[in-house]
Nanobody
Framework: QVKLVESGGGLVQPGGSLRLSCATS????????IGWFRQAPGKEREGVSG????????SYAASVKGRFTISKDNAKNTVYLQMNSLKPGDTAVYYCAAEVLGRGTLEPGDYDYWGRGTQVTVSS
């Protein structure tokens, strides 16, 4: 059974940092792409970052490029999203998802399995 569980969210001041984790089980992480997505109240879910299954190619939304870093540890079956220089506009529920085709796109519709999300709030 494929399972993804996000953790690491919380309340942080503007300019602060958080590291989100996506613990996976039920599949071989090295064979799947993983994406991070977020959804703020009243807005559509948007892609934040993705990492492909081959060569660990990464992609980032323009709004987070240079501030967020995606990485993965296949041995621990975990993918991380390091978020620095956080802004109030980053406030959202953050989800990780797995893509069977392994491309690591930023399109939610490309992903096959989803976690339940973790709340990130950036506020003073």
């Amino acid at each position: 059974q494929v399972k993804l569980v996000e953790s690491g969210g919380g309340l942080v001041q503007p300019g602060g940092s958080l590291r989100l984790s996506c613990a996976t089980s039920g599949f071989t992480l090295a064979h799947y792409a993983i994406g991070w997505f977020r959804q703020a109240p009243g807005k559509e879910r948007e892609g934040v970052s993705g990492i492909s299954s081959s060569n660990d190619n990464t992609s980032y939304a323009a709004s987070v490029k240079g501030r967020f870093t995606i990485s993965k540890d296949n041995a621990k079956n975990t993918v991380y999203l390091q978020m620095n220089s956080l802004k109030p506009g980053d406030t959202a529920v953050y989800y990780c998802a797995a893509e069977v085709l392994g491309r690591g796109t930023l399109e939610p519709g490309d992903y096959d399995y989803w976690g339940r999300g973790t709340q990130v709030t950036v506020s003073s």
